[in-house]
């Protein structure tokens, strides 16, 4: 678990650090450019659109682990806005916090 955690933390802090480049660069216009990739029918439209469905069954994931209850829709709606940013820290905590290893990570209580 110890060789998880340190790939959860190295993806937070590359992806924090770009990320703030890129706000830098270019300004918090995020879902504007995603949504012109997508109305241009090409390789960048197509690979938005497979981020945001990979987004959503990581929603649904986060959600449904909580059995869909008040907090846990709101955990999966950071999941669904947050990606990877939010994931990574979600998953290290639960890492501490889970006894049952992957089981119980990706199970919850339902483990």
Do not use: C, N
């Not at 110890?2 to 830098?24: D, N, Q, S």
């Not at 709101?74 to 999941?79: D, P, V, Y």
């Not at 820290?89 to 990570?105: A, P, Q």
């Amino acid at each position: 678990m110890t060789g998880f955690r340190i790939l959860l933390v190295a993806m937070f802090a590359a992806l924090t650090v770009y990320t703030g480049l890129v706000i830098a660069s270019h300004g918090w216009s995020l879902y504007s450019v995603a949504f012109a990739d997508l109305a241009e029918m090409a390789w960048p439209g197509q690979f938005d659109l497979d981020f945001l469905f990979m987004l959503t069954f990581s929603g649904l994931w986060v959600a449904w682990r909580h059995r869909f209850s008040p907090a846990g829709l709101g955990l999966g709606l950071a999941a669904f806005l947050g990606g990877a940013l939010f994931l990574s820290v979600y998953l290290f905590i639960l890492t501490l916090r889970t006894r049952d290893g992957v089981k119980g990570i990706l199970l919850g209580d339902r483990a």
